[in-house]
């Protein structure tokens, strides 16, 4: 409590508050190191204990190829539609008053809350053979569950709070005077859109777009209910990494290493844009 008591303290910081705070950030750092560098570092020296020969050839394998391709399918469908949902939903939290406000909003929080794997039942119970709308679906041919629509649908439902819950405080704290001022000097909706309110929150808008992209790469629960685990065709790149683990594990481990490149990328972006942009994005 002395150390805590050190570290609020105010005015010029004290031995003991200089101290306090080394224990805290070492302490951090180990935790941290412990908890997430060591396993990262752990999956990549796996990848490559068998050789660089090894690990070209495991990534190279046709199936592990396909799942990387409809990966990036997925998050290239989801992650857009996610965009456009959640600035929609932040212009109407933010702008407007209306009945069911409230319920809007714990509506878009709800993905937190329900576990991937219930999400993935609920996509079923609709759009599965003998679900809701099963009977309509395969009088007209069409498929859901066990495709590409469903593994798209699963990923948009639980990444689809976080371009929202990005957009919405920022609007919030900007307030929409801005945008008054632009209608009471003739600009149309669509002009006050892209002109003003756009460019107030592009980096907010960026910021939750790399972190449902995030997500939506490494979706595992929702996803792995409604793939069917088809190999080649419905599986992505987390659904190969669990099915090669059971079979190969250097070779599961050298999946696993592309999908933590591509995380780690979409992070390091992460990152640059809090460090260049942070003062817009608060």
């Not at 805590?4 to 200089?18: D, E, F, H, L």
């Not at 070209?56 to 998050?75: F, G, S």
């Not at 857009?80 to 008053?97: I, K, Q, R, Y």
């Not at 945008?179 to 009471?184: F, G, I, K, N, V």
Request: net charge positive.
């Amino acid at each position: 409590m002395a150390a805590v008591a050190a570290v609020v303290s105010i005015g010029r910081p004290s031995g003991a508050t200089r101290v306090a705070r080394i224990v805290l950030v070492l302490a951090a750092l180990a935790v941290l190191g412990w908890l997430l560098v060591l396993p990262l570092l752990a999956i990549f020296a796996e990848a490559f204990r068998q050789g660089l020969a090894f690990y070209l050839n495991a990534i190279r394998q046709p199936d592990t190829v396909a799942a990387v391709r409809l990966t990036l399918t997925v998050a290239a469908i989801a992650v857009p539609l996610n965009l456009v949902f959640g600035l929609a939903a932040a212009w109407s939290m933010t702008h407007f008053e209306f009945r069911g406000k409230a319920l809007l909003a714990a509506l878009i929080d709800l993905p937190f809350s329900i576990s991937p794997v219930v999400c993935g039942m609920m996509l079923i119970l609709i759009y599965g053979k003998d679900g809701w709308l099963g009977e309509w679906l395969q009088t007209h041919n069409l498929q859901v569950i066990f495709a590409l629509p469903g593994l798209v649908l699963a990923t948009v439902l639980v990444t689809l709070p976080f371009v929202a819950r990005e957009l919405i405080p920022l609007m919030q704290a900007q307030g929409s005077e801005q945008e008054e001022a632009a209608l009471t000097l003739g600009a149309n909706g669509w002009q006050i859109f892209f002109r003003v309110t756009l460019p107030r929150v592009r980096w907010a808008l960026l910021y939750g777009v790399l972190l449902c992209n995030a997500r939506a790469m490494g979706e595992f629960g929702a996803v792995y209910v409604v793939s069917g685990h088809l190999r080649g065709i419905t599986n992505t790149l987390p659904l190969q990494v669990d099915q090669l683990y059971q079979e190969n594990f250097s070779a599961a481990f050298a999946a696993a290493s592309l999908l933590a490149l591509l995380t780690v990328l979409t992070l390091g972006i992460k990152r640059f844009v809090e460090w260049r942009h942070g003062d817009q994005l608060h």
